[in-house]
């Protein structure tokens, strides 16, 4: 089964590849600072100083994230990741989406092992069938969705710590703790806190045994490992960028309490979504879950429930929601539909009438039409392709872009100094004419 899965991953990666030729620009919210933050990186070997604008002639505003210069908007981790693909494959959108192709394989493999190691391989094999056809996890590995990059890794390493509490084998318990403690840690540097969802499921996990001082020794030893892993990069951010790591911080915790850049939805936002991007299956997997975790030997599905339900009612109540911000439930939703299929299949009431069949195969039905859905990305302006190809053969040393329709585009593929989407006024057009050249692209 596991070399079938195997098959599942590879095939996953090429869909995804195919998807993302067909998207030859870096897509708009958000990959677009995502490549551009990760590109400069990468080519000045900055690793500790994260920039979007590298070179910004004018003004920056640090509570502006969209225009400053040291970028903070998110964690150091999936920067440093693309970067080091960039570094290997060049700046091109292969290079920036390679990462998030591979982690969304690495997870659909993840996927099975701790759903086979919770329930059975058939439950694992339907998790990773469901997930190397999801929709979102397409559209979100190349880009076309907001968050993407981001959530991903995110997803990617919460996968890693799952697999490391469900389905690892080691002899020493400290060092397996230490292992979640660590990789924790990692997705923090990914995308903060929600990260320790994980540890909450861990200890639902582990108090099966009954034995709570135990599992608070180890709790204490996850805790501390993931806070050595991302303090000292919190540490040095603030010392050495102080304003504008206060500033990030200030406007993360905005999307808490305020509407931030029209993502403004109701409670029932990501449970609508849910529905949309897992199938109607979902429904019937959470109350599996439910009322199995009611039941003798409750403790796998309580760390399922607790791994989906908690980020679920947290963001529900968030002013700004947007659906990536639970993806990193995903693995956990598939295995929870796997579990769902399988029982489905088995129960001998059900799978010997058609009924029982036609409810097995309609599991499948929206997760394969979004499936198809995501195979056919929104259109890019063939116009905007041209025109980067254009500059791309001039000499653009020195050159500074005003009025672009792409100026993040054009400063991840273009040598410009820098690229803007507005035109300042004539006094600051002649003192950079001055010392650079100086582009006004016509309206």
């Given at each position: 089964m596991k070399y079938l899965v195997l098959i599942l991953c590879l095939l996953s990666a090429l869909i995804k590849i195919h998807i993302s030729n067909q998207q030859p620009l870096l897509n708009d919210w958000d990959e677009r600072y995502h490549g551009v933050v990760a590109s400069n990186i990468s080519e000045d070997h900055l690793w500790l100083r994260p920039t979007l604008y590298q070179n910004p002639v004018l003004r920056t505003d640090v509570g502006v994230w969209s225009r400053s210069h040291v970028w903070m908007h998110k964690q150091p981790l999936p920067f440093w990741t693309i970067g080091s693909s960039i570094h290997f494959f060049g700046r091109s959108t292969f290079g920036v989406r390679l990462p998030s192709i591979l982690m969304v394989s690495m997870a659909i493999f993840?996927?099975?092992?701790?759903?086979?190691?919770?329930?059975?391989?058939?439950?694992?094999?339907?998790?990773?069938?469901?997930?190397?056809?999801?929709?979102?996890?397409?559209?979100?590995?190349?880009?076309?969705?907001?968050?993407?990059?981001?959530?991903?890794?995110?997803?990617?390493?919460?996968?890693?710590?799952?697999?490391?509490?469900?389905?690892?084998?080691?002899?020493?318990?400290?060092?397996?703790?230490?292992?979640?403690?660590?990789?924790?840690?990692?997705?923090?540097?990914?995308?903060?806190?929600?990260?320790?969802?994980?540890?909450?499921?861990?200890?639902?996990?582990?108090?099966?045994?009954?034995?709570?001082?135990?599992?608070?020794?180890?709790?204490?030893?996850?805790?501390?490992?993931?806070?050595?892993?991302?303090?000292?990069?919190?540490?040095?951010?603030?010392?050495?960028?102080?304003?504008?790591?206060l500033a990030t911080q200030a406007h993360n915790f905005q999307h808490i309490t305020q509407y931030l850049e029209g993502h403004?939805?109701?409670?029932?936002?990501?449970?609508?979504?849910?529905?949309?991007?897992?199938?109607?299956?979902?429904?019937?997997?959470?109350?599996?879950?439910?009322?199995?975790?009611?039941?003798?030997?409750?403790?796998?599905?309580?760390?399922?429930?607790?791994?989906?339900?908690?980020?679920?009612?947290?963001?529900?109540?968030?002013?700004?929601?947007?659906?990536?911000?639970?993806?990193?439930?995903?693995?956990?939703?598939?295995?929870?539909?796997?579990?769902?299929?399988?029982?489905?299949?088995?129960?001998?009431?059900?799978?010997?009438?058609?009924?029982?069949?036609?409810?097995?195969?309609?599991?499948?039905?929206?997760?394969?039409?979004?499936?198809?859905?995501s195979l056919h990305p929104r259109e890019h302006d063939e116009n905007l392709v041209a025109r980067l190809q254009t500059l791309k053969n001039s000499d653009l040393d020195r050159t500074v872009i005003f009025n672009s329709p792409t100026p993040y585009n054009d400063m991840f593929f273009l040598n410009v100094v820098a690229s803007y989407d507005y035109v300042p006024d004539q006094r600051t057009l002649d003192s950079l004419r001055s010392v650079y050249t100086v582009i006004v692209e016509e309206e």
């Open positions: 993840l996927t099975f092992l701790i759903g086979r190691s919770l329930f059975d391989e058939g439950s694992g094999f339907y998790a990773a069938l469901l997930f190397s056809i999801h929709g979102l996890s397409n559209e979100l590995s190349i880009g076309v969705e907001a968050t993407d990059h981001i959530d991903v890794h995110f997803m990617f390493w919460i996968a890693v710590a799952a697999y490391l509490v469900t389905a690892s084998k080691m002899r020493s318990r400290y060092l397996k703790c230490a292992l979640i403690g660590v990789t924790i840690g990692l997705a923090v540097l990914v995308k903060w806190l929600p990260a320790y969802t994980i540890l909450l499921a861990y200890i639902a996990f582990e108090l099966r045994n009954g034995k709570f001082l135990n599992v608070l020794l180890e709790t204490a030893i996850i805790a501390v490992c993931s806070v050595i892993v991302w303090l000292p990069w919190q540490i040095y951010a603030y010392t050495s960028f102080p304003e504008v790591y403004e939805n109701g409670y029932l936002f990501f449970l609508d979504k849910s529905i949309y991007n897992y199938g109607e299956i979902w429904i019937l997997s959470i109350g599996l879950l439910i009322y199995y975790a009611t039941k003798s030997n409750p403790e796998r599905y309580r760390f399922l429930l607790l791994w989906i339900i908690v980020p679920l009612i947290f963001f529900s109540f968030v002013a700004t929601k947007m659906q990536g911000y639970v993806y990193f439930t995903a693995p956990a939703i598939f295995i929870a539909s796997g579990v769902a299929l399988k029982a489905i299949y088995d129960w001998k009431k059900w799978h010997r009438l058609p009924i029982g069949k036609l409810l097995f195969i309609l599991g499948f039905v929206s997760p394969i039409v979004h499936f198809y859905e």
